[in-house]
């Protein structure tokens, strides 16, 4: 049944009669993709599928994916039905492409080509129609050209389905689709829950999804919304770029861009990406902000339903309304939210036709009118969307361009009286003209003393202190190509890194402060003072700085294999990470926070110390970097205080976080968590904290399943349980509790130490100052203000 016919590596095209079996190949024209048989990872179970020739473990497309074959002696064949089909040694189909039999005719002449957009196409090479092909049956990979959406008319719809795991490609449990129910919007579905969701087309971008705007020069974005179908896709702007978008096995959507010089796959953005993204974290008629300590509060004229559970930080019963609306023009009124996430438009009510005056008319004339939005943000096109359910799903965005008309009653607004308030505006507009012209006289004073100060800040004492070397910003734009996106390798709180090579062809790392960072000033200066004092191997290394104008940046040397969370909390990056492997960057770890602590000229409290500020070097080895929130200390036993808390949530001790009380024993806090989440490639935050759970089973006695499913068995369960031990033992409640870092690395280097036992946190319940089922962020930093530090013990 099957003769095969030879298959040359090089090219795209398969015809009629001919087969692929494993070992051979078809490759795009211009040798951007590929197709054939592989076994993903450590699986012995093989597929067949389509992945980047410059990245094979980049599979964009599975045709078996819930029919592995379980030998090397599949075959795929084309029919002259019009269909493929893939048959195992036995000569038994396990699966076949859909046949288009009223498009076979009677001279029917199939082709199967694979183009350089990855697409696989059956055609008719007599008439050139298109049969079948793979873009219209994605597994959990979008590329350009490809569509993520439904067709209105026949219903038929394309969806992203994630692997089930790093090994098996078969259907997992998120989907990623066009919900096309009120305004078009992208969900993820986490079996039959949405887990995250887009927000709607704003004619820029995904109301959630603005970061998507500032790669506007790399992709073009698309949305087609009409009556025969709706569903967004892109294309790439240059030729040059290779770009996928993935629904990852953890429930992530990913958008990677390949970076040719580190062969590695770059994220520029994904959702969820922090607590605010998880589908109606705040409830009906809440409103979510990261970075805040408290995530949620209500919308303007509401309350909490439940207080009691908001206090303790649950929010599942959101919010509700505090004066009723009299559903009259005199009794309701809005007020403006500016840069949000739209709340979920299931629901909503569209018009693409009359002008937000016409919408906020209609909306106050109809009682059940909850909201409205303009539909389009661009400024160039009219359109309104209505909310007649409960508004869910509500986010603050930074710099979004979208505004939400929230209706309450007149009594949330104030005063209905025209007279009353006549005599407000005037007084408003008279208060704001003094505050205006003040404010214009103190902006030109401030703009003069702080070009000064810019001009001078290369030259004052802390710089020479700091004996650390001024880059120009021409040097810096020649070694990262005008700070050009694709040399863009990470981003944060503080602004963006770039990567660069000096003309020396040492290759550098750029930290970019932006204007609206969460990083002052004074976080610039304290790192660039402090730092560069600082040497260890543990410790990354600052090799400079550029101040021009507006623009301060910190140069650090190039770690090639970016940070520690990049690889702990990624599905695939983890498995490679060995148990050897995973030691030795604890050890590493405890060794740079001894050196601070204990043995350099200062020491320092580094207060930041988590997975995304622990860099690795080619050979894996770990370095403690941004330093910006440092604080020195006197003596080990000082205990700091401080009126606004800094940090990052879920890796902050107990005592800081409700007290604003910082000492070294905060940092051992934060290196426990930072130890346990190594251990079980598992963040410290979700609906199961990670430190309630590794108590619960430590009290099991079965503190061995801590481990990461990806380590291979191999480790010695009693080196595994001690280094678990100790980091319960920095994550204990008090902070005398917790030992010093000079007494942690003796417990991990010596086998021979008697540890002491872990007492278990006060109240279970919370860790940290959380509740357990609190969902932790993963943003940089809470909030930055002035400090104040309060003598202790004499200071």
């Not at 699986?43 to 067949?48: G, N, Q, V």
Request: glycine letters at 8%.
């Amino acid at each position: 049944m099957f003769a095969c016919v030879p298959v040359a590596l090089s090219i795209d095209t398969l015809y009629g009669g001919q087969n692929i079996t494993d070992g051979q190949y078809l490759i795009s024209s211009n040798g951007i993709f590929e197709l054939g048989f592989f076994s993903p990872n450590s699986s012995t179970d093989r597929f067949l599928g389509i992945w980047f020739k410059v990245s094979t473990e980049a599979v964009v497309w599975v045709s078996n994916r819930d029919s592995p074959l379980k030998n090397t002696s599949g075959i795929l064949n084309i029919h002259n039905n019009g269909s493929l089909a893939l048959y195992d040694s036995s000569e038994r189909m396990v699966w076949s492409s859909s046949s288009n039999a009223t498009s076979v005719q009677n001279d029917f002449s199939p082709v199967l080509q694979l183009n350089d957009s990855g697409n696989l196409i059956l055609k008719d090479q007599n008439s050139n129609t298109i049969i079948w092909q793979s873009f219209d049956h994605p597994t959990d990979t979008l590329l350009a050209g490809m569509k993520l959406g439904k067709n209105l008319k026949t219903g038929f719809e394309r969806v992203l389905t994630s692997w089930k795991n790093n090994n098996d490609p078969s259907e997992g449990n998120y989907i990623c689709m066009m919900d096309t129910q009120g305004a078009p919007e992208v969900l993820i579905w986490d079996k039959d829950q949405i887990r995250y969701r887009t927000g709607m087309w704003n004619g820029i971008s995904f109301s959630g999804l603005t970061q998507m705007i500032s790669y506007g020069d790399m992709f073009k974005f698309l949305f087609v919304w009409n009556n025969d179908e709706v569903w967004y896709g892109f294309e790439l702007k240059s030729n040059s770029t290779l770009s996928r978008v993935i629904m990852n096995d953890a429930g992530i959507l990913q958008r990677l861009v390949w970076d040719p010089n580190q062969h590695t796959w770059n994220e520029f953005w994904s959702g969820p990406q922090d607590e605010c993204d998880y589908y109606a974290k705040c409830g009906s008629f809440g409103i979510c902000q990261p970075n805040n300590v408290t995530a949620c509060n209500c919308l303007r004229g509401f309350e909490a339903a439940t207080p009691t559970e908001w206090y303790m930080r649950d929010y599942t019963g959101g919010c509700k309304r505090r004066a009723p609306l009299g559903c009259t023009e005199k009794s309701d009124g809005f007020y403006e939210i500016k840069g949000v996430k739209l709340p979920d438009s299931n629901n909503a009510t569209v018009d693409g036709n009359i002008s937000v005056e016409d919408c906020k008319v209609r909306c106050l004339m109809n009682c059940s009118c909850l909201a409205y939005s303009p539909s389009d943000s661009t400024g160039k096109g009219s359109g309104c969307v209505m909310w007649n359910t409960a508004l869910v799903d509500i986010k603050y965005i930074t710099g979004g361009p979208d505004v939400l008309y929230v209706k309450v009653s007149q009594s949330e607004l104030g005063t209905s009286n025209n007279r009353q308030l006549v005599v407000i505006v005037v007084i408003i507009s008279c208060a704001v003209t003094v505050l205006l012209i003040c404010f214009v006289g103190f902006y030109l004073w401030r703009k003069k003393r702080h070009s000064k100060q810019e001009k001078s800040l290369a030259q004052n004492d802390s710089f020479k202190d700091a004996d650390l070397p001024v880059f120009d910003m021409e040097t810096i734009l020649q070694a990262t190509n005008n700070l050009f996106i694709t040399n863009v390798v990470g981003q944060g709180g503080f602004g963006i890194v770039y990567k660069g090579k000096l003309p020396s062809g040492q290759e550098i790392a750029v930290k970019r402060l932006t204007g609206n960072s969460s990083q002052g000033l004074n976080e610039f200066m304290n790192e660039v003072t402090l730092i560069a004092k600082l040497q260890h191997r543990n410790l990354v290394r600052v090799l400079g700085c550029c101040i021009h104008n507006n623009e301060r940046m910190l140069i650090y040397e190039f770690m090639k294999n970016r940070s520690l969370d990049f690889f702990i909390f990624d599905a695939k990056k983890r498995a490679t990470l060995s148990w050897r492997t995973r030691l030795e960057i604890v050890t590493g770890i405890a060794r740079g926070l001894l050196y601070l602590h204990h043995d350099s000229r200062f020491n320092i409290i580094h207060r930041d110390l988590k997975a995304a500020n622990v860099l690795l070097d080619e050979d894996m080895n770990p370095k403690i970097s941004d330093f910006g929130t440092a604080r020195l200390f006197e003596r080990e036993h000082a205990v700091i205080c401080t009126e606004t808390v800094i940090g990052t949530r879920g890796y902050m001790s107990p005592e800081y976080v409700r007290e604003g009380k910082f000492s070294v024993k905060s940092d051992v806090y934060s290196f426990g968590v930072l130890l346990l989440e190594i251990m079980s490639g598992k963040r410290n935050h979700g609906n199961q904290n990670l430190i309630t759970h590794a108590w619960k089973l430590w009290e099991e006695q079965s503190i061995l399943k801590l481990l990461d499913e990806a380590v291979e068995s191999t480790v010695f369960a009693s080196e595994l349980s001690r280094v678990i031990h100790v980091g319960l033992l920095c994550v204990q409640e008090c902070p005398d509790d917790r030992p010093s870092m000079s007494s942690v690395f003796m417990m991990l280097s010596s086998d021979n130490l008697v540890l002491p036992t872990p007492r278990k946190h006060s109240a279970s319940g919370s860790i940290g100052g959380f509740p357990a089922d609190h969902h932790f962020s993963e943003s940089d930093i809470i909030s930055v203000d002035q400090l104040t530090i309060t003598g202790i013990e004499g200071r």
